[in-house]
């Protein structure tokens, strides 16, 4: 599995990581029919308008349209990248948008998120590192260790709102981890010869 941290990523690669943040907070919501699609082009009633990611999922019936702009910036997102995003969600007649930077908020954007119902996300490196106790390292997955580095993804996604300065963690989802510690489970009970069958 190929890592690259947020801040080698290019643009482009910036928002892959974007799509796989929503896909996976979409799985561990169950969304029905979700689709999600990268870098298209959506008409509206004023024009055309370029969405780095869209998904689309159906709830009471209901198909319902998320934008989702991706900023790879070093300084605090303002307000006003917020308020264009909100005007993109209103001409498109989305029912979400949601902006995921690798930087921190303005407060100005937090509120303004708040008043218009905008999802902030930030995006950053997720540090994991080697725990392994065998003598070397490995160079395949027969190491549990080294399994779950290969496999945790490279990044975090975090909810920030303006309620809380505690911003809660939402990819990798708690479903992906369960799975990495389960695997990660089985495979040191196989290393040390115990049959987790028979406990």
């Given amino acids: 599995m190929e890592r690259i941290n947020i801040c080698d990523m290019t643009p482009t690669e910036f928002e892959k990581c974007c799509l796989d943040i929503l896909n996976g907070y979409a799985e561990e919501e169950c969304l029905k029919d979700f689709r999600i699609i990268h870098d298209t082009i959506i008409p509206a009633s004023d ?5 780095d990611v869209y998904a689309e999922f159906t709830a009471m019936r209901a198909r319902f349209k998320v934008l989702c702009e991706c900023k790879k910036y070093k300084n605090r997102v303002g307000r006003e990248k917020v308020a264009v995003l909100h005007r993109k969600v209103e001409s498109i007649g989305a029912q979400k948008g949601i902006l995921i930077s690798t930087s921190d908020f303005q407060s100005g954007a937090i509120e303004y998120a708040k008043a218009h ?13 080697y725990l392994s106790h065998s003598s070397g390292q490995p160079d395949n997955d027969d190491d549990p260790f080294l399994f779950a580095e290969n496999h945790m993804p490279s990044y975090v996604g975090f909810e920030c709102t303006a309620d809380s ?8 989802t708690k479903t992906m ?23």
């Fill in 47 to 51: 024009g055309r308008y370029q969405i």
């Fill in 177 to 199: 981890i369960k799975g990495l510690l389960d695997e990660m489970n089985r495979r040191i009970y196989e290393m040390m010869g115990i049959d987790i069958n028979n406990m």
């Fill in 165 to 172: 300065d505690e911003q809660r963690k939402i990819y990798p």
């Fill in 117 to 129: 119902g905008i999802a902030l996300i930030k995006a950053e490196d997720y540090h994991f590192e």
